[in-house]
């Protein structure tokens, strides 16, 4: 179980690392960089912490834990409908990755 936990943390930080990559220096990076607050990288590091409490991992329970954190970051208020929105589908795309590195 112990090479899963590190494939998917793995998987996950170069997901992140590639979308982060793209989004601070695309073509409106600095836009993009002024825009970012520090509750996307508490966030994502949330997401990190529920994939390695969860026994099983596959494409429905990962999206689901993205899901179930999304829901609470929204409550918050701070958040706009179109951040979030960008937000959970950066991290449902990062499957992409974890599912290769699980293979």
Do not use: C, P
């Amino acid at each position: 179980m112990g090479k899963v936990k590190k494939s998917i943390g793995a998987g996950l930080a170069l997901g992140v690392a590639a979308a982060a990559v793209y989004f601070l220096a695309g073509e409106r990076g600095r836009e993009n960089r002024r825009r970012i607050e520090s509750w996307t990288l508490d966030m994502k590091a949330e997401v990190l912490r529920g994939l390695k409490r969860l026994g099983t991992v596959n494409k429905e329970t990962y999206h689901a834990l993205v899901d179930r954190v999304a829901v609470r970051y929204q409550r918050v208020g701070r958040v706009s409908a179109d951040e979030m929105g960008h937000l959970v589908n950066e991290l449902k795309g990062a499957w992409t990755h974890i599912g290769r590195q699980l293979k």
